[in-house]
């Protein structure tokens, strides 16, 4: 049964997981204020390719349970993706075989198989319908759903924790967790990305080459997503102009129409890397409850409503 939540919430982070935690604290009957530092399209996941898959998040078990109740939530948007922006949409997990993908999410992803070798020539993959969600439309309408249910955005930089002045407060600031805690764990892991004239591809391709290296390609709306990059502890926002020439080299070895396809733009994102999510429960004086949920590496989207869910229950009491 969902708990209720009365009284005020203050959720600080605007991304998909500080939207996406608000929008269930009030759908479940709380008063919620949102304080975000940039605007939803300018935040770090606005920049993200946006598949769901676990990806670079511990603790394992819990990731896969988070993982899979958002998965059954983008299920049901996919219905709308001209609204959502979430598509169920079918693609190759490269260098996977299909006893590694595990039986926790073989279970919920009847489509599973291996990929034919013209599906992906390199081999071995596995050939799986997975949401694909596209940020630049997702995140405005996780923002309207949230005024919808009667919550607030407000542009605000918080520098302590004791300026957050309500009942409850929900920290989702990701990478800004390590000055506002403060916790040093946290730190960045640097994608570059680079968007390019979608040349006629339907399916995604994520691949990891004999050097370790990592393509990705994903077609959205009007553009195809191409990747990418995790270079760890990389404070620079600025895309770098050979990485980008090498995600492309790479991604057009898995998709040789790419090669010629016109760039229209360069993206950075810093994902907000920890050894494990923290999502848990603290006090904050005068009795206030403070629940933290932020560190979830490269698999924000993917967790966001299992995460969202357990941290209104926390959030309940």
Known sequence: MESEVDGDVLVIGGGVVGLTTAVVLAERGARVRVWTRDPVERTTSAVAGALWWPYRIE????????????????????????????RMVEGVLGETALDEVGAWAAARLPGLRLATAREYPAGPGVWARLPLID??????WLRERLLAAGGVVEARTVADLAEAEAPVVV??????????????????????????????????????????????LFPQPGRLVLGGT??????????????????????????????????LEHRVGLRPSRGTVRLERAALPGG??????????????????????????????
């Open 135 to 140: 940020m630049p439309a997702h995140l405005p």
């Open 230 to 263: 995790a270079e760890e502890d990389s404070w620079s926002a600025e895309p770098d102009p050979a990485v980008a020439e090498a995600i492309v080299r790479r991604c057009a070895a898995l998709r040789p129409e790419i090669a010629g396809a016109r760039v």
């Open 59 to 86: 603790p394992v078990a819990s990731a896969r349970a988070w993982a899979l109740r958002s998965l059954e939530v983008y299920e049901e948007l996919a219905a709308r993706p001209d609204v959502t922006g979430v």
């Open 171 to 216: 920290n989702c600031t990701g990478l800004g967790a390590r000055e506002l805690v403060p916790d040093p764990g946290v730190r960045p892991v640097r994608g570059q990305l680079v968007v390019v004239e979608n040349p006629g591809i339907r399916t995604w391709t994520v691949s990891t080459g004999a050097d370790g290296a990592m393509a990705y």
């Open 288 to 317: 206030r409850r403070l629940v933290h949920n932020y560190g979830h590496g490269g698999a924000g989207v993917t967790v966001a409503w299992g995460c969202a869910e357990e941290a209104a229950a926390l959030a309940a009491g």
